[in-house]
């Protein structure tokens, strides 16, 4: 029988885990979830959060892919502002002229939400940026997933550190009623 321990991002109880080794600490440096793992123990990731970061991995590598296939293309422009829309068009339509209004659903980017989660997409080197409905929602996704760790894990210390002050005011009075006796 398994034994319950502590998600290190979600601090949920679960049975079903993994335990954190090098490659899902440098999977959680990639997506910029700075965790503390000072003590020696074996951390463990339930499966929820780590089908989480798996996912997140995923789309913030298609993220940068992109990225890397856009970047020879805005330099062969000499500083030319590029219309990633017309650029997809162009692509697909070889020899088209412009690409118009595209019919796919397109919001505009979270251009902040973007720079916190994916700061190595540079979201200045296209006209008026766009992002697919299905990649805001990844992107949303990903973004409150990292924010709801980091805060959970920045009330964890707080918790830890009060606990450590309780600990040493309990230790100092004992020495205090030792010396008294």
Do not use: H
Not at 30 to 51: G, H, P, Q, T
Request: aromatic share 8%.
């Amino acid at each position: 029988m398994t034994a319950q321990k502590a998600c290190k991002l979600c601090f949920k109880e679960t049975k079903d885990f993994q335990v954190i080794e090098e490659i899902i600490r440098e999977i959680l440096d990639v997506l910029l979830l700075k965790i503390d793992f000072c003590l020696i123990e074996d951390y463990v990731i339930c499966e929820s959060c780590a089908n989480s970061i798996y996912a997140f991995l995923e789309f913030k590598s298609t993220c940068l892919y992109s990225e890397d296939r856009m970047v020879p293309f805005i330099r062969t422009m000499n500083g030319m502002e590029v219309d990633i829309v017309e650029v997809a068009y162009l692509k697909e339509n070889p020899g088209a002229a412009t690409a118009g209004d595209s019919d796919d659903a397109v919001e505009n980017f979270a251009d902040d939400i973007l720079a916190k989660c994916i700061p190595e997409v540079d979201i200045n080197s296209t006209r008026d940026p766009k992002i697919c409905l299905s990649c805001q929602i990844s992107l949303l996704n990903y973004y409150q997933f990292v924010t709801e760790c980091l805060a959970k894990q920045e009330n964890k210390m707080e918790c830890d550190d009060r606990e450590a002050i309780k600990s040493e005011e309990l230790d100092i009075k004992l020495e205090e009623d030792e010396c008294d006796g």
